[in-house]
């Protein structure tokens, strides 16, 4: 039942399902006696799991105090490593620092708008190229 609930509030990230927590109040737990990280917006408390971590508990460390929502989702855990995130579910960011988190995102749209520009200028100079290229081709073929 409990459960369910913190599903829901996971589901929307304006209603907390559980404790608050500030970022900094994480980073603080970022060693091996007490290790917490943030996955998509919610704080879990790994100190048991570290040793018992497939995939080995220095990554869970090297992540320890910090957001690790990138790196966990850069694995493509499956479903059933997903459901294990609930048992060591502890609280939610604050929502005022889940600003900083998207603070990501300029940056995702500046490189956006630069990948915008090169999707748009690579094919224009290539047809330029292509262009020239053909036009030096029939002179060339009128020329001989
Ligand atoms: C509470 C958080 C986490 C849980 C419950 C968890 C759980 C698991 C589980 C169950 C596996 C076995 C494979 C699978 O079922 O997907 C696994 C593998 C792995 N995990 Fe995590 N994990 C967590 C966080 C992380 C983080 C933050 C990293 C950071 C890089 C990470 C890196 C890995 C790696 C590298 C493997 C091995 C993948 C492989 O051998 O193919 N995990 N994890």
């Not at 209603?15 to 608050?20: C, T, V, W």
């Not at 060591?88 to 956006?112: A, C, L």
Request: proline content about 4%.
């Amino acid at each position: 039942m409990e459960a369910q609930g913190r599903e829901e509030a996971g589901g929307c990230a304006g209603a907390p399902g559980g404790p608050l927590f500030t970022r900094e109040e994480v980073a603080r737990r970022n060693s091996s006696r007490e290790a917490w990280l943030v996955i998509h917006g919610r704080v879990y408390d790994v100190t048991r799991f570290l040793a018992e971590h497939p995939g080995g508990e220095e990554v869970l460390l090297e992540q320890a105090g910090r957001d690790a929502t990138e790196s966990f989702e850069d694995v493509g855990h499956s479903a059933d490593a997903r459901e294990m995130l609930k048992e060591y579910y502890i609280g939610e960011i604050h929502p005022h620092d889940r600003k900083n988190e998207g603070s990501k995102e300029p940056n995702v749209t500046s490189s956006g708008q630069t990948s915008f520009w090169s999707t748009w200028l690579i094919p224009i100079f290539g047809a330029l190229v292509l262009g020239l290229m053909y036009r030096y081709y029939m002179l060339d073929g009128k020329s001989s």
